[in-house]
């Protein structure tokens, strides 16, 4: 960029050119004088606010979103700048392993027809929630997890966690919270997997009354839940995998963390264009507003 300038500034004023590039004529002076310590200290400035940005992150973020975070606090890089700085520093985001989906779909209650049919995109919150269940390792034996996510904005608007796969502890406790959380405005397609809790009568109950239209997926295809098995993923790979928990209290207090204070407010989301779930809320809401 700067080597750009220096050539072309015959044809092309430096100040034309280094607004082009969003920079500072000044600093292209300053690059004039002293070319390789102008870079070694731009860099050294740089790696001290990457490191922050992956500390913040508790190394989570890869170059893409720690290059998003640092662009929101106006901080002018690009993605390979980062990465190359990472890659030099020996920084590297949390090492991801295999995520394997478990489900319990051998029962005799009724199937849904699959109402969602992979269509995640949305007009607005309320309208497509999606929900799961996976399993957490301790000390003290399996801690079940529930999470509701509303597609629309990717927020965990529900959740529940217990050491027991009852209907009541697991889908109707996490229902509950997603419904307190964000009350129905119009009507929703509730999707899930074909497990024996989503499809049990006292989990259906939970929709007498009210405008819900229930989805499952299709028998053996993990895809057409992809978006709640992506989070599952991402919470293991990113925080689980890399904890070894003592007992369920421990678990709980470290996913309750994860999901409130990280994902749902501080975690950018590469399907909300890098923003975070409580970022695209708002926005939903001031759109909203205006539009009244």
Known sequence: MYRFIADHK????????????????SSYYKWTKDPVGFWHRQNSELLVKL?????????????????????ADGIKVSRPRIARLMGRSGIKSIMKRK???TTN??????INTNLLSRDFSTTGTGEKWVSDITYIRTGKGWLYLTVVMDLADRKIIGWSMDNSMSTSSTVVDAWKMAIKNR???RELIFHSDRGIQ?????????????????SMSRKGNCWDNAIAESFFKTLKSEMVYHRKFETRAQAKLEIFEYIEVWYNQKRRHSALNYLTPVQVEQQMLKNKTEAA
């Open 51 to 71: 490191k922050a940005v992956y500390s913040m992150s508790k190394g989570r973020y890869g170059s893409p979103r720690i290059t998003k975070e640092l662009n």
């Open 99 to 101: 995520y394997r989906a």
């Open 105 to 110: 779909s051998n029962h005799l209650y009724p």
């Open 10 to 25: 015959a044809i092309y004023s430096v100040e034309k050119m280094s607004s082009f590039f969003g920079i500072s004529s």
């Open 183 to 185: 009350p129905l405005e």
């Open 198 to 214: 989503y499809a049990s009568h006292e989990f259906r109950r939970c929709f007498k009354g009210l405008q819900v239209l229930q």
